[in-house]
């Protein structure tokens, strides 16, 4: 039998043709999408720098360690001299989550929770005397990248806040003692920031934000009852975002 070769090298061709895929079929690496493009969940840490504004006790306790006094008055009407007290300062956690509005590029609504633990000890007395200043709030808020191409945004929420504070001091009985005071109000939060992308897998990044937060709070004060206070919050913060 005989064999026609151009066309048994014309069917080899045309097989090899058919088995081999298009280069444009070929896959192509998924795109990293934008911050704002998915839900970003976080854990937060930073530095807090508390400021105290306004509030009869409040006012009341910070001449006193302005003045190096003690907050405990002995019996005999005097108090004890404790030293300088030091600009109060502590650290603040939180988490949180932010989703994107689909129909306003770079918007992003969510919430989050963050607690801030402050205070100082004057110089003379050890751990003897100290004053802590704690707050929490839990709001709900903004995010918004304003440009393409560009991972600054701005950041703002409201909320519930809540503050515990405690005084420690040695008493007339030479034991150690605390005073403690609580109150409940709201309070809000304007931001800056920059995302970060320095992990290999680009959906995960770094934030680096500063915050300023204002609170009013009710606190109920032996002696002096309802007592209204306003204080602040400086923080500086690094997030870690999924």
Excluded: C
Aim: aromatic fraction near 14%; charged fraction near 20%; hydrophobic fraction near 35%.
């Amino acid at each position: 039998m005989k064999t026609n070769r151009p066309l048994l090298i014309a069917g080899l061709l045309s097989a090899i043709a058919l088995g081999t895929p298009p280069l444009y079929a070929q896959e192509t690496p998924e795109a990293t999408p934008e911050p704002w493009e998915k839900t970003q969940a976080f854990v937060v840490i930073g530095l807090s720098l508390p400021g105290l504004y306004g509030g009869t006790e409040l006012n009341r306790a910070k001449e006193l360690r302005e003045q190096g006094l003690s907050y405990y008055q002995r019996a005999d009407g005097n108090r004890r001299r404790v030293g300088n007290y030091p600009t109060p300062r502590g650290f603040n956690v939180g988490i949180g989550f932010f989703v994107p509005v689909r129909k306003v590029r770079g918007l992003m609504v969510g919430a989050d929770m963050v607690v801030s633990q402050t205070g100082s000890q004057p110089s003379e007395g050890g751990y003897e005397e100290g004053y802590f200043f704690n707050f929490l709030t839990a709001s709900t808020g903004v995010k918004y990248y304003p440009w393409v191409g560009n991972h600054f945004f701005a950041k703002g929420t409201v909320g519930i806040s809540s503050v515990f504070t405690k005084n420690r001091f040695i008493n007339d009985q030479n034991e150690q003692n605390f005073f403690h005071q609580f109150g409940v109000g709201t309070g809000a939060t304007a931001g800056l920031g920059y995302t970060l992308r320095p992990f290999k897998k680009r959906r995960t990044g770094l934030e680096l934000s500063a915050e300023y937060k204002r609170m009013n709070t009710r606190v109920e004060v032996n002696g002096v009852g309802d007592d209204r206070w306003n204080y602040g919050s400086l923080n500086f913060n690094v997030a870690f975002v999924w």
